[in-house]
């Protein structure tokens, strides 16, 4: 006669008790969560389509794929598995999702060999999540970019083409910097995914090293151009530290997102990595750095001839000129927009893998 008993890991499933145990301790899983449980270890090895799931689990009650998506995240919550680097649960994008664990019980074959599968799914989350990062970065950018191009033409818009150039100039910029920024802090985040380890400290160091490596080489390459083609550059500009604080909040709003709040609507997801993007914005500004905004005024200073101004946004708070203030606000809001649009992109490029 066959078991209806299943050990994986740490945990015994029984079926016909319909209970899910971990070191002896009973485990709470829902009914239907439960349904999906077994069909998986039942099968284990074996790809479980997202069709197979909708008959077996949900018997034809219609649901969204979200319904499906949201069942996963649960039970991986449960087996205290990660989507990224997953010891159960594994997902086949596109089609489903396999057991991938041994198991030991009398309905189900040996243990399970998936390296092959799993270093081939290693390097596609790697890219998906690398790519998107970049992606939410680029947009976060744009907006940030239109921010300052706006607020820092010296003539208003309608007086002629030349304001419309200073817009258009800095935008490009600062989604330049923004594109390299983000890549740095994505990669790092999805290269601690191939390592396999879950922890926030290595989520947080990943990101934190991408974001140091790309600050630096981008500070060094600006400080050679502009010594190059001016004789002189500026004392001060964005580069390696405040690229690794940056990339350290982004690294804590992912993990977080990701393990602690996956059930979550998005936007609140994003909200502890806009909320460590905005304090280390202000505290890299208080700490003497300088962010985008500020790496600009730097600049325009460099240059008395130039054009750019960011008068406008000192006026919004007493100052004359870009003053300490105007710095401090901006450079909160500019890396809470940063860190928010990174991981917005990686989190969401995860849901959609089924992650």
């Given at each position: 006669?066959?078991?209806?008993?299943f050990r994986?890991?740490?945990?015994?499933?029984?079926?016909d008790?319909?209970r899910?145990?971990c070191d002896g301790?009973?485990?709470?899983?829902s009914?239907?969560?439960?349904?999906?449980?077994?069909l998986l270890?039942?099968?284990?090895?074996?790809?479980?389509?997202k069709d197979r799931?909708?008959?077996d689990v949900?018997r034809?009650?219609?649901?969204?794929d979200e319904a499906l998506?949201?069942?996963?995240?649960?039970l991986?919550r449960?087996l205290e598995?990660?989507?990224?680097?997953?010891m159960f649960i594994e997902?086949?994008?596109?089609h489903g999702?396999?057991?991938i664990?041994a198991?030991?019980g009398n309905?189900?074959?040996a243990?399970?060999?998936s390296?092959?599968?799993?270093?081939t799914?290693?390097w596609?989350t790697?890219?998906?999540?690398?790519?998107?990062?970049v992606?939410?970065?680029?947009?976060a950018g744009?907006?940030?970019?239109?921010?300052?191009?706006?607020?820092?033409?010296?003539?208003p818009?309608a007086?002629?083409s030349g304001?419309?150039?200073?817009v258009l100039?800095l935008?490009a910029?600062?989604?330049l910097?923004?594109?390299?920024?983000?890549?740095?802090?994505s990669?790092?985040i999805?290269?601690?995914?191939?390592?396999?380890?879950?922890?926030?400290?290595?989520?947080m160091?990943?990101?934190?090293?991408?974001g140091?490596l790309v600050?630096?080489?981008?500070?060094?390459?600006?400080?050679d151009?502009?010594?190059l083609?001016?004789?002189?550059?500026p004392?001060?500009?964005?580069?390696?530290?405040e690229?690794?604080?940056?990339?350290?909040?982004?690294?804590?709003?992912?993990w977080?997102?990701?393990r602690?709040m996956?059930?979550?609507p998005l936007?609140f997801?994003?909200?502890p990595?806009?909320?460590a993007g905005?304090?280390?914005?202000?505290?890299i500004?208080?700490a003497?750095g300088r962010?985008?905004?500020?790496?600009?005024?730097?600049?325009?200073?460099?240059?008395p001839q130039?054009?750019l101004?960011f008068?406008?946004?000192?006026g919004?708070?007493?100052?004359t000129?870009f003053?300490?203030?105007s710095q401090?606000?901006?450079?909160?809001?500019?890396?809470?927009?940063l860190a928010?649009?990174?991981?917005?992109?990686?989190?969401?490029a995860?849901?959609?893998?089924?992650?």
């Amino acid at each position: 006669m066959k078991s209806d008993s299943f050990r994986f890991g740490r945990f015994t499933l029984q079926v016909d008790s319909r209970r899910l145990h971990c070191d002896g301790t009973v485990v709470d899983v829902s009914s239907r969560y439960f349904d999906a449980l077994v069909l998986l270890v039942t099968n284990a090895g074996a790809l479980v389509s997202k069709d197979r799931f909708m008959d077996d689990v949900w018997r034809g009650v219609p649901v969204t794929d979200e319904a499906l998506t949201q069942c996963i995240r649960s039970l991986r919550r449960v087996l205290e598995d990660d989507a990224t680097r997953p010891m159960f649960i594994e997902t086949v994008p596109k089609h489903g999702y396999r057991f991938i664990a041994a198991v030991e019980g009398n309905a189900v074959s040996a243990p399970i060999n998936s390296q092959a599968t799993d270093t081939t799914t290693d390097w596609a989350t790697f890219w998906a999540l690398g790519g998107a990062g970049v992606v939410g970065g680029g947009l976060a950018g744009l907006l940030g970019g239109l921010f300052y191009g706006f607020a820092g033409a010296s003539q208003p818009m309608a007086s002629g083409s030349g304001a419309a150039s200073i817009v258009l100039v800095l935008t490009a910029i600062t989604i330049l910097v923004a594109l390299l920024g983000a890549a740095g802090v994505s990669f790092g985040i999805a290269l601690v995914g191939l390592w396999k380890s879950a922890r926030w400290s290595a989520t947080m160091a990943g990101a934190a090293a991408g974001g140091f490596l790309v600050g630096g080489i981008v500070k060094l390459l600006g400080l050679d151009a502009f010594n190059l083609v001016l004789g002189q550059s500026p004392t001060q500009i964005t580069g390696a530290l405040e690229g690794a604080a940056i990339g350290a909040s982004v690294g804590l709003g992912v993990w977080l997102g990701r393990r602690q709040m996956p059930d979550m609507p998005l936007r609140f997801a994003i909200l502890p990595a806009a909320s460590a993007g905005a304090i280390a914005g202000v505290g890299i500004v208080l700490a003497g750095g300088r962010l985008l905004g500020g790496s600009i005024y730097e600049l325009a200073r460099l240059l008395p001839q130039s054009r750019l101004r960011f008068d406008q946004i000192g006026g919004f708070f007493g100052e004359t000129g870009f003053g300490p203030i105007s710095q401090i606000v901006t450079g909160g809001l500019e890396s809470m927009l940063l860190a928010a649009g990174i991981t917005a992109a990686i989190l969401l490029a995860q849901r959609q893998r089924g992650d």
